[in-house]
C-alpha cells in the first residue's frame, strides 16, 4: 500500500526556528493524555469518543463512491475490527471501492518538500485549525466549515484504516497559503495533523476556503500509514484533494469577504480544473450539508 515519495532535501526540511520541538514532541504528550484516559476508565474514553464525533447530516451533491456524510455514530449491533458499525461507517464500507485518485500536493504543501515544514512544529496535531500555533497568532476568519475524512483499507476489505495519519491544509478566504505567501509566513493557520479513530475518521474544524485563479475549491490532504511516519519520506498513502461541491460555494461566496471567489468561480469548473478535470471529481466530491449562516460539515470517503 506504500507509494513512493521524492525524499525531502535536508536544507528544506527544517523547522521554522520558533517551533523546534516537532511532532516528536506532540506524540509523546498524545501517549501521556491516552494513558490517562485508560486511568479514568471505558466510561470516560466512551465519553470522549462520543464528544469528538461529527454532528448529524444528511447528504447533498456527491457521487455513491465518494459519498460519506459526517453524521454522528449511533447504537449498532455489529463491529468491524474493533470499531463501533456506525451508520456512517457502514455505508462508506458498502460504498468502498474506487481508490482515491492520487494528486499533487501543489506548491504549498509545508510539508518540507518544497520549502517550510509545518509537519516538524509542536502543535500540528490538532482537530481545530482555523489559528495559528506556536508563537504565530493569526486566525483565518470566514464561513465555518468542519469536514471528515473516512479511511477505508481495500487490501483488507474495506475495513477502517485506524492509526493512520492525516496532514490537512487549505488557503484562506483570500485564496492565500499560510507560511508561503508574503504577508503570512510567519502564520501556519489552515494547516493540521490528525490520527484516525477506530472508524477511521478523522474531523477537522476550520474555514471554507477560497476558489483562486485557475483551481476550483479544494482542500488539500496526505495519509500516513502512523502519525510516526508522519514526517518520514516514503511513508506516504495517499496524496489527494477535497472538492467541494458548486451548490455549497455559491452559497457560501455571496457572503462578505469572498468577493474575489464568485469572479473566479466563473472562470473555472471541475471539468477544466487541472486536478478533478479528468473525471470531474467523481471520486472526490464531498458530501456536504449546511448554509453559510450556519456553517457547513463536508464529508468524504477515501479508500485506500
Known amino acids: 500500500m506504500t507509494t513512493s515519495r521524492t525524499p525531502r532535501q535536508p536544507d528544506l526540511d527544517q523547522p521554522h526556528p520558533n517551533h523546534d520541538r516537532g511532532l516528536e514532541f506532540d506524540l509523546h504528550t498524545l501517549v501521556s493524555r491516552r494513558s490517562l484516559g485508560l486511568f479514568l476508565g471505558a466510561g470516560g474514553a466512551a465519553a470522549a469518543l462520543a464528544a469528538c464525533a461529527p454532528a448529524g447530516t444528511t447528504g447533498s451533491t456527491s457521487s455513491a463512491a465518494s459519498t460519506a456524510t459526517a453524521s454522528a455514530p449511533s447504537a449498532a449491533a455489529s463491529s468491524v475490527d474493533g470499531a463501533t458499525a456506525t451508520p456512517t461507517l457502514t455505508r462508506a464500507i458498502a460504498e468502498c471501492g474506487v481508490e482515491i485518485p492520487q494528486e499533487t500536493a501543489g506548491p504549498y504543501p509545508g510539508d518540507g518538500s518544497n520549502g517550510p515544514n509545518v509537519l516538524a ?67 501556519n493557520y489552515l494547516r493540521g495533523v490528525q490520527e484516525a479513530d477506530a472508524n477511521g475518521q478523522v474531523t477537522f474544524t476550520s474555514i471554507f476556503p477560497a476558489a483562486y485563479s485557475g483551481r476550483w475549491p479544494h482542500i488539500h490532504f496526505e495519509v500516513f500509514e502512523s502519525m510516526n511516519n508522519a514526517t518520514a519520506a516514503g511513508q506516504v498513502l495517499a496524496v489527494s484533494q477535497i472538492a467541494l461541491p458548486q451548490a455549497a460555494c455559491d452559497d457560501v ?41 450556519a456553517g457547513y460539515m463536508a464529508g468524504l470517503n477515501v479508500t485506500i
Open 253 to 293: 461566496y455571496a457572503t462578505p469577504g469572498y468577493e474575489r471567489s464568485v469572479t473566479n468561480m466563473t472562470r473555472t469548473t471541475l471539468k477544466s480544473d487541472n486536478v478533478f478535470g479528468d473525471d470531474g471529481g467523481i471520486y472526490q466530491l464531498a458530501t456536504m450539508t449546511g448554509s453559510a449562516a
Open 121 to 187: 512544529a509542536s502543535g500540528v496535531v490538532r482537530r481545530d485549525i482555523t489559528t495559528s500555533f506556536g508563537t504565530a497568532s493569526a486566525k483565518a476568519e470566514g464561513v465555518p466549515l468542519t469536514f471528515t475524512l473516512t479511511l477505508l483499507d481495500k487490501a483488507n476489505g474495506c475495513s477502517p484504516l485506524a492509526g493512520a495519519a492525516v496532514y490537512a491544509w487549505h488557503c484562506d478566504r483570500d485564496g492565500k497559503y499560510s507560511m508561503y505567501d508574503s504577508s503570512l509566513q510567519n502564520e
